[in-house]
């Protein structure tokens, strides 16, 4: 259970992370007055702040001087080395800095991060800790283990449960008896026995199996405290013994005498304290600590004198620690502690597929673009298909500018251009602003709280994030008028920015972003507004010192703004971040309010679906709006299912929605729109209708559709071409591995050449502007002429080769034609593979499962797997027979096997 630090209080009024500890005597000299109990208390509530913001992004831990003098003093000197301590380094300004401002002293913190540390990143602590409470025995030693030494011994554990997973699991259980603990030892003979003479001389020493200890005049609380150090670092090591009444020098026995001590309470104190050993498994046991306890009687001259007590610790499988680590987080309002299982998991984090051979397909498929190696606590990897902009590369496109000549560029020039001409003196006010500024990027947004997947407040003009050499970032906000609210705007969203920075962006130098709020008058001149309360003056070294600085941090940004939850994530089992392409951010940053209604053609495989997404995550921030004001349209129930999971949404197909009433929808998003049909109705006119009834605030219809992949020869219900306005077009194709998508292509210009009449011959020429990303291997095979029981054992022999170079079951997909033909290949599939393995079939309605999913082509539309098979993919209707192979082959991302 998580402990919450009362003491500590984390300050909520500013765009930082501050945690307010109280009162603290400073000053060496102040310090050395202190009492030992104090000094201590006032140490670890400091240390217990700062832990808790190298862990969490970074911030200031303030404190009020306790000793009335207001003359500059320094921290002192214990302090200073437990700072020290605490991060491995002697150099404190590396994640250091202080200030003092009358009797307000304050340390500002930079995020933990392992790259300021030499050597083998396989072995540098992801986190921050003021122990690790993991104790191992050397020699006739315990030591506790810093985090270098924690973190080898936790990924030792972790490698060798993994190799030893492929064993039959009856071996699993078997206790091994290491040298030491075996009948043959000297130690074994003399713990079966059950009672000692007093003054006995034991025959053998202490050793790296044998400890001695003696009883103190506090006898409960004197085992109760030793327990946890010396029986963790037995079990951690080859397990061993711990005598408790023998004296250490003469390995005599003396015991506790009788009248101090009540052998039932010794011994169910022992065990308490023992259960009590928080431990972790990486194998697939959930044994607990596995000892032996004895209580043995003393006799001095024939009459029971006293009582000694072994305890044998038989070595543990994982790892077993003394109590939870001492390692601290922000978690909103509090300060917390982690439990083990949380220190455990977040030490042992490495990247996906990092020696796994399982996953070595991610290493080929996708570059790196943020790696858990250097990065700060809290970030997550970050991939992008092979063949995409490098985080550099968008960086350059998004925010270019940052040229060595004097410079202050204004991005995006439009939007600059825009807002300057809406809002009269808002280009002097700005100008006026920045002029002490020459080089350097500012970046203006109508909403940057949008941008950061915050709410939007009414009456903000605009927002600009000034990134210039020799300041910290600043982020302006522009209000029509003044706003009591207006600065608790500016502030979130400065402390989300800097947050999501450095969590998620993976920024790892000092940074802060500085807010001011200015408001345009038309009546007055423009004016700047303080806000509340003192803002926090960052010492220099927060300041951006060169163009190389800048550009770091906006390739932070860039993983800020484009990063989007990969469908990677619920496969790989751990949070993984991708990122849009520069043409998908270009769509999805624009102004909804000027584009209520858009359509956006895009090709296979050019993320339609993730834009669908992401674009009702933004109309809920922009429109104030809760998920169920929201509506998504497919033709299909599987893409339907798959979308409700995401909880951002009403989502529904295109039949239901024409067979109900949508009362309280106010924003409207259809996708594959292309499949549609007006057999129950126009839906577009329904759609138009609901969107548009607040005429002077009309909703969000924004409609995604490709005709490559019509499906039908119907009526689609999509109004012409010529009436598609405003239109915009995803022409990167980024989901397939190169031989699918050169078949893609091809596949593409057979369409062009002979479109389906239902078609508009022009809405195909988009494909001249198509963009393919090269670099990931995979896989095409088609085979023809074969049996109903070749396709199956192909399928079944197929699979099973994937199955052991580590692929599972919800990798694969089988698609046949029709849905009519689902339960004949059912049939016959199982029978195949149960030969080869225990599988499960399912159709497309719940991906998630474990399980292949066996389904029509058109019921798979708008969903990936990466391996398809599909069988004999033909349509009822030859003209769209391209159209139907298209569709089955944009489904798989890196093996497609088409079998007639």
């Known amino acids: 259970m998580k402990k919450r630090n009362s003491s500590l209080v984390v300050e909520l009024s500013y765009p930082d992370l501050v945690i307010n500890v109280g009162k603290v005597t400073l000053g060496e000299e102040n310090r050395k007055k202190l009492q030992k109990a104090q000094k201590e208390q006032e140490k670890i509530k400091v240390m217990q702040a700062v832990c808790a913001l190298l862990n969490s992004g970074g911030g200031v831990v303030r404190m009020e001087m306790a000793n009335k003098e207001e003359h500059p003093v320094e921290m002192g000197l214990d302090l200073e080395e437990s700072l020290r301590e605490l991060i491995g380094l002697s150099d404190l300004q590396a994640f250091f800095e202080t200030k003092q401002q009358g009797r307000c002293f304050s340390i500002f913190v930079k995020s933990w991060s392992s790259d300021l540390f030499p050597g083998d990143s396989s072995i540098k602590s992801r986190i921050c800790s003021l122990r690790s409470s993991l104790y191992l025995r050397s020699g006739t030693s315990v030591l506790l283990t810093d985090s270098r030494e924690a973190l080898d011994f936790l990924k030792t554990k972790k490698r060798n449960a993994k190799s030893s997973s492929g064993e039959e699991p009856s071996s699993k259980h078997i206790r091994v008896i290491p040298q030491g603990l075996c009948k043959s030892d000297p130690v074994f003979p003399v713990f079966q026995r059950d009672r000692f003479e007093y003054g006995e001389v034991l025959p053998f020493p202490e050793s790296q199996f044998v400890e001695f200890k003696l009883f103190t005049k506090h006898v409960l609380t004197y085992v109760e405290n030793i327990i946890p150090n010396y029986i963790s670092a037995f079990a951690n090591t080859r397990g061993g013994y711990l005598f408790i009444g023998v004296h250490d020098k003469s390995k005599k026995v003396l015991g506790c005498v009788k009248e101090n001590v009540d052998p039932d309470s010794l011994r169910n104190r022992i065990e308490r304290a023992i259960y009590k050993l928080p431990y972790v498994h990486f194998c697939q046991s959930s044994c607990g600590i596995n000892f032996t306890l004895k209580i043995l009687d003393v006799f001095a001259k024939g009459e029971l004198y006293s009582y000694a007590c072994v305890i044998r610790v038989e070595p543990f499988c994982c790892a077993v620690f003394s109590e939870a680590p001492g390692s601290w987080m922000v978690e909103g309002k509090h300060v917390c502690s982690l439990t083990t299982e949380e220190w455990v998991d977040r030490m042992t984090d490495t990247d996906p597929g990092v020696g796994e051979k399982d996953l070595s397909w991610l290493c080929n498929d996708f570059e790196s673009q943020l790696s858990l190696d250097n990065g700060p606590p809290l970030s997550r990897p970050v991939y992008s298909k092979k063949g995409l902009e490098h985080k550099k590369n968008l960086q350059q496109v998004l925010f270019s500018g940052l040229v060595p000549s004097e410079h202050l560029r204004y991005t995006p020039e439009p939007l600059w251009e825009e807002l300057s001409s809406q809002h009269e003196g808002l280009e002097e006010l700005m100008k006026k602003e920045i002029s002490p500024f020459s080089r350097g990027i500012f970046i203006l947004s109508r909403s940057w709280a949008v941008d ?81 309360g003192s803002p926090i003056d960052y010492p220099e070294s927060y300041n951006l010192a060169d163009t190389q600085q800048m550009e770091v941090l906006l390739q932070s940004l860039v993983i800020v703004l484009l990063g989007f939850r990969s469908f990677l994530s619920d496969q790989l089992g751990c949070e993984v971040f991708n990122l849009l392409t520069a043409q998908q951010y270009e769509i999805f940053s624009k102004n909804l309010r000027k584009n209520r209604e858009l359509f956006i053609h895009g090709l296979p495989g050019s993320g339609k679906t993730i834009m669908a997404m992401k674009t009702m995550e933004k109309i809920s921030n922009v429109f104030y709006c809760d998920a169920d004001k929201i509506l998504y349209i497919s033709e299909n129930q599987p893409l339907r299912n798959f979308l409700s999971k995401k909880e951002i949404c009403n989502a529904v197909t295109r039949k239901t929605f024409m067979n109900r009433n949508f009362e309280n929808i106010q924003h409207i998003i259809i996708d594959e729109a292309q499949n549609f049909r007006t057999e129950d109705g126009d839906w577009y006119e329904k759609a138009k209708e609901i969107t548009q009834r607040k005429k002077d605030h009309p909703g969000i219809l924004w409609i995604f559709l490709d005709y490559f992949q019509t499906s039908h020869l119907d009526c689609s219900g999509l109004p012409p071409l010529s009436a598609q306005y405003p239109r915009e077009e995803l022409t990167r194709v980024i989901r397939n591995a190169d031989p699918i998508a050169n078949f893609l292509h091809t596949t593409m210009q057979h369409i062009i050449r002979n479109p389906p009449f239902n078609i508009p011959p022009e809405s195909l020429e988009m494909l001249r502007e198509a963009e393919w990303a090269q670099g990931v291997r995979g896989t095409l095979k088609i085979k023809k002429d074969l049996s109903l029981k070749q396709i199956v054992t192909f399928v079944a022999d197929t699979c099973k080769c994937f199955f052991e170079r580590g692929y599972s079951l919800n990798d694969i997909a089988v698609l046949v034609s029709t849905a009519r033909e689902v339960d004949t290949y059912k049939h016959e599939l199982l029978k195949a593979m149960r030969k080869k393995r225990v599988v499960r079939f399912s159709d497309a309605c719940d991906m998630s499962n474990d399980h292949i999913v066996l389904d029509s082509i058109r019921r798979f539309s708008g969903l990936e797997r990466n391996i398809v098979f599909g069988i004999h993919p033909r349509a009822a209707e030859p003209d769209i027979s391209n159209n139907i192979l298209l569709c089955l082959s944009s489904r798989a991302k890196q093996h497609l096997y088409i079998l007639w």
Do not use: W
């Open 452 to 532: 950061l997947d915050l709410q939007e407040k009414r009456g903000v003009i605009c927002d600009a994030l000034l990134i210039a050499q020799d300041s910290p970032p600043i982020l302006y906000t522009i209000l029509g008028e003044q706003d009591a609210e207006g600065h608790d705007y500016s502030t979130r969203t400065a402390f989300t920015l800097k947050q999501k920075l450095v969590n998620m962006g993976g920024y790892t130098g000092k940074v802060c972003v500085v807010t001011k709020v200015l408001y345009l008058n038309p009546e007055s001149t423009p004016e700047s507004l303080e806000g509340p």
